[in-house]
């Protein structure tokens, strides 16, 4: 592709930067748009033009939390194969987790995912740096990184800091966004003990109750809030944690939910066992609730997969032996603007939670908007027609949903990532690749 190809979109219901939608055409040239008009003149440097006629112009979604297991972990997932189902599901950009193996703590395991992906990723990508207990330095000096992820729970070996003492230096040095999976291990321990020996999945739940999830927010926000540092509420799952967020939420923290939380619960483990197992757990109904309503009111900012596929296999090694996690990308969408559709919220509100949003916190530049200047990186979607999750339909290598059987509509007809098609009707183009991220400081 030349770097000025040119596509004109024509008669799509575009989703403006004011919430407002307008029926009309744009035309992107390389990487970016050029051009958004109601009718844009007919011209013979037009290299392909496409007829959106009955669709809906969306900036492309950022999805802000991944793990896509390469390296170390390919049989789960590996970065062409989750690019895939990303563009499927109109994701045009990622955030990757750093629990590869090796884990990504050092520039050198960064520079390795950054060149695996300039090879074999379909769509944009961009990584965060693992905090350990030792690697303050790789925390301060690597780049180019969306920021530092500590799991302050749920996490084995290196990559867990769970210590006060230990995670007070890394919110003490340095500015970039820290980003926490927030679960009190030393909590987790114990109640594992007490309950050992059940292993109706359904206490997961249990084990890693509501209350691991609030000590471990209350202590990040205590540290932010110390040194006043960029933080991250990774998967937000309790209504504690979004009551605790309404009343007292610094301007430099933001907080993300799952599709997942939002809408199962506790019920799916009689429905699907081990597959419902995810870290932070299902919470209750009334959590779904909570979360929602923090949602529509700002308090929660945007909206992430926790893609996290594992295998039909490793899953069905039952509880406590399955491990936890489930894939996201290419059904979030649909997921969402089914929500919107039902009347829970808009579709402008959507593309903001799941694309503008995401791409302001994390100071990505020209994305998450439909404007002349931004990145051409856009999903056209079919609002009209419903259509099932179907498990012989899905694209990640771990080869399951959990929301198979659900009829959504909002499904991508076409993915469009710098200006070049990646998904069309069906069809991916595998030859398309994405571009690293960059992040300003
Ligand atoms: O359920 C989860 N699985 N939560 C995480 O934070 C990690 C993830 C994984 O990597 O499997």
């Not at 939608?21 to 290299?47: L, N, Q």
Request: with cysteine; charged share 20%.
């Amino acid at each position: 592709m030349s770097s000025n190809h040119c596509l004109l979109i024509r008669h799509a219901r575009i989703l403006l930067p004011t919430g407002e939608f307008v029926v009309g055409d744009i035309e992107t040239r390389g990487r970016e748009i050029v051009r958004v008009e109601s009718e844009i003149p007919p011209s013979t440097r037009v290299d392909k033009e496409i007829d959106a006629n009955g669709l809906t112009l969306l900036p492309g979604v950022i999805d802000p939390q991944v793990h896509f297991r390469e390296p170390g972990l390919e049989h789960k997932e590996d970065l062409f194969s989750a690019s895939c189902a990303c563009a499927k599901g109109g994701v045009t950009s990622f955030l990757e987790m750093p629990n590869t193996r090796p884990l990504t703590i050092t520039q050198a395991a960064l520079d390795d995912k950054l060149q695996r992906s300039a090879d074999h990723c379909l769509v944009n990508y961009g990584f965060f740096i693992g905090a350990t207990p030792e690697n303050l330095p790789d925390l301060r000096d690597a780049q180019p990184t969306c920021g530092i992820k500590i799991f302050m729970g749920s996490a084995h070996g290196h990559l867990l800091v769970d210590h006060e003492e230990v995670l007070e230096p890394i919110f003490a040095q340095g500015d970039r966004l820290i980003a926490v999976h927030a679960e009190d291990q030393a909590r987790i321990r114990a109640r594992r003990e007490q309950f050992a020996g059940i292993t109706d999945p359904a206490i997961h739940s249990q084990i890693q109750d509501s209350q691991a999830a609030v000590n471990a927010t209350k202590l990040a926000l205590k540290l932010s809030k110390k040194y006043q540092r960029r933080l991250h509420i990774l998967h937000l799952s309790t209504g504690e944690e979004a009551q605790l967020l309404r009343q007292d939420k610094p301007s430099w923290v933001t907080a993300e939910v799952t599709p997942q939380h939002l809408l199962l619960n506790t019920s799916a483990y009689e429905k699907i066992g081990t597959l419902a197992q995810m870290n932070p757990p299902l919470r209750t109904p009334q959590d779904n609730q909570v979360l929602w309503q923090a949602l529509l009111d700002g308090v929660i900012d945007f909206i992430a997969t926790d893609h996290a596929p594992h295998t039909l296999e490793e899953k069905a090694k039952g509880y406590p032996h399955s491990p936890s996690g489930m894939p996201g990308v290419e059904t979030s969408l649909p997921l969402m603007l089914t929500q919107a559709m039902e009347g829970r919220c808009t579709i402008a509100q959507v593309s903001n939670w799941m694309s503008t949003a995401v791409a302001q916190a994390y100071r990505i530049p020209n994305k998450g908007a439909i404007a002349p200047g931004y990145d051409a990186d856009l999903v056209l979607v079919d609002l009209d027609n419903y259509r099932p999750v179907v498990r012989e339909e899905v694209l990640t290598k771990c080869g399951w949903s959990p929301f198979e059987g659900w009829n959504l509509t909002g499904w991508p007809v076409i993915t469009i990532v710098g200006g070049q098609i990646v998904y069309e009707r069906g069809q991916l183009h595998t030859e398309v690749r994405g571009q690293p991220l960059a992040f300003d400081a």
